[in-house]
């Protein structure tokens, strides 16, 4: 009789605030096997020069990605590509360059810069692995809604359900040169 009337018990149990800890680790888990993706969103990008603006078209695949930024009234695309090897930059007027890395691409050809190794994990709305991490906060939902990684300061303020997934609908990022604001309006993950 004292095993059956165990069997209905729950396995553990969370003191108050630690519930959200536990979702977090779960939300964390489920949202890092996402490694393939479709975006489309706005980006607009502040700059102590003046900012800059335009719509995101985003796919990624595992380590490979592919960013076209269409600037608004004819400022043209541009589109950057790459893997951790090799990243390329299509102007808007048809010029190729290539580097090592996409911050230096975006720097020297477009005035701003984020790191896109964080970036990937920041809009799916978990820290980048292996980074250290200061003022992680989640709501009540174990959701992430403001950290520091990487220099960055990273703020969700909305997230938007997506095929069933919670995904962040409006990111803002900035540091001390740069401030960015993400408005993603479609998300298509895949396998």
């Given at each position: ?6 069997a ?16 977090w680790?779960l939300r964390?888990?489920a ?5 393939t ?5 706005r980006l607009?990008?502040?700059t ?6 335009a ?11 592919r ?11 541009y589109?950057?590509?790459g893997d951790d090897?090799?990243?390329s930059l ?6 190729l360059y290539q580097?090592?890395?996409?911050e230096t ?7 701003w810069s984020?790191?896109l190794?964080?970036l990937k994990y920041?809009?799916?709305?978990v ?12 709501d009540?939902?174990g959701?992430?809604?403001d950290?520091q990684?990487s220099?960055?300061?990273?703020s ?8 069933g997934t919670?995904?962040?609908?409006k990111?803002y990022?900035?540091?001390d ?8 309006d479609?998300?298509?993950t895949g396998?």
């Open positions: 009789m004292l095993l059956a009337g165990c209905d018990m729950p396995y553990f149990f969370s003191a108050p605030g630690e519930i959200d800890t536990v979702a680790d964390q888990e949202l890092n096997k996402i490694n993706w479709s975006i489309k969103g607009a990008v502040q102590g020069q003046g900012g800059w603006s719509t995101l078209f985003w796919d990624q695949k595992n380590q490979s990605y960013m076209r930024f269409v600037a608004p009234l004819g400022q043209g695309t589109q950057l590509q090897d090799l990243v299509l102007t808007a007027d048809n010029k580097a090592a890395t996409p691409l975006l720097l020297d050809n477009m005035g984020v790191p190794h964080g920041w809009i799916k709305g820290p980048e692995p292996g980074k250290s991490t200061e003022n992680l906060l989640l009540d939902q959701r992430l809604t950290m990684q220099g960055w300061r990273i969700i303020s909305r997230y938007s359900d997506f095929n919670q995904l962040p609908g990111l990022m900035h540091n040169r740069f401030k960015l604001r993400l408005v993603v479609d998300w298509k396998s």
